[in-house]
């Protein structure tokens, strides 16, 4: 059983497309985050959902736009991609966050842009 | 605001010999402290993680890890490495402010 699963695991696109990244754990837990791994594996917290309450939103371009539709689904819409967008992009999920609890990851999206 | 180093950029391990790495962090109050594992291709594994008590945590595949509040340190070990135990390693430390705190990774590499 998959915890924390991403679609796509790949995304090749062009320059000035719009795509979207989905997120869904069966965990149960109540909150979801973005983030942004680049080539140097750095990882950046980008956004995050508590009870679909967006309680994170770091300094990211506003083309990047997170949706929650339900505790168990946080989804990332890009618009206009640019080619510094490329980067592999996981999404997690924890309980409780003001508890400190473990973030579970999903496996990642790698994007590319052309 | 909190923060983590991680000092070594890289290690290079012989396959059965024992493996450290360091991971030093800035938090204010007791920390929630956290290795991950990211093997090649990979999304991150939780290895351990320190909340409070003992402080020596015992995690999976083989490996511990000793919070010190005098050092502010939170290292990692594994008494013998596996070819597998090749992959990237971050520490992190939180919560503040609703995030974690992620190092820049230590990549390990393992040599037959």
């Known amino acids: 059983d998959t915890a924390v699963s991403q679609t796509p695991k790949y995304l090749v696109t062009q320059m000035g497309n719009d795509k979207s990244i989905k997120c869904e754990q069966n965990l149960g837990h109540d909150t979801m985050y973005w983030y942004k791994q680049d080539s140097k594996k750095f990882l950046k917290i980008m956004f995050s959902y508590n009870n679909k309450e967006l309680i994170i939103n770091e300094t990211v371009p506003n083309r990047f736009s997170p949706k929650s539709p339900d505790k168990a689904h946080l989804n990332l819409h890009i618009n206009s991609l640019e080619l510094g967008d490329s980067a592999v992009y996981f999404c997690?999920?924890?309980?409780?966050?003001?508890?400190?609890?473990?973030?579970?990851f999903g496996p990642g999206t790698r994007l590319t842009v052309t | 605001a909190q923060s983590v180093t991680q000092p070594d950029i890289h290690i290079t391990v012989s396959e059965g010999a024992s493996l450290e790495l360091r991971c030093n962090y800035s938090y204010g109050a007791t920390p929630y402290l956290f290795w991950y594992v990211q093997s090649p291709g990979q999304g991150l594994q939780l290895l351990l993680k320190?909340?409070?008590?003992?402080?020596l945590v015992q995690g999976i595949k083989g490996f511990e890890a000793e919070f010190k509040r005098s050092q502010s340190s939170f290292n990692l070990r594994k008494p013998s490495v596996h070819w597998s135990d090749a992959a990237e390693y971050f520490c992190?430390?939180?919560?503040?402010?609703?995030?974690?705190?992620f190092g820049a990774g230590t990549t390990v590499t393992v040599r037959a």
């Open positions: 997690a999920s924890s309980q409780e966050v003001l508890a400190g609890r473990e973030q579970y």
């Open positions: 992190a430390v939180g919560p503040y402010d609703y995030k974690l705190s």
């Open positions: 320190y909340f409070s008590g003992d402080t």
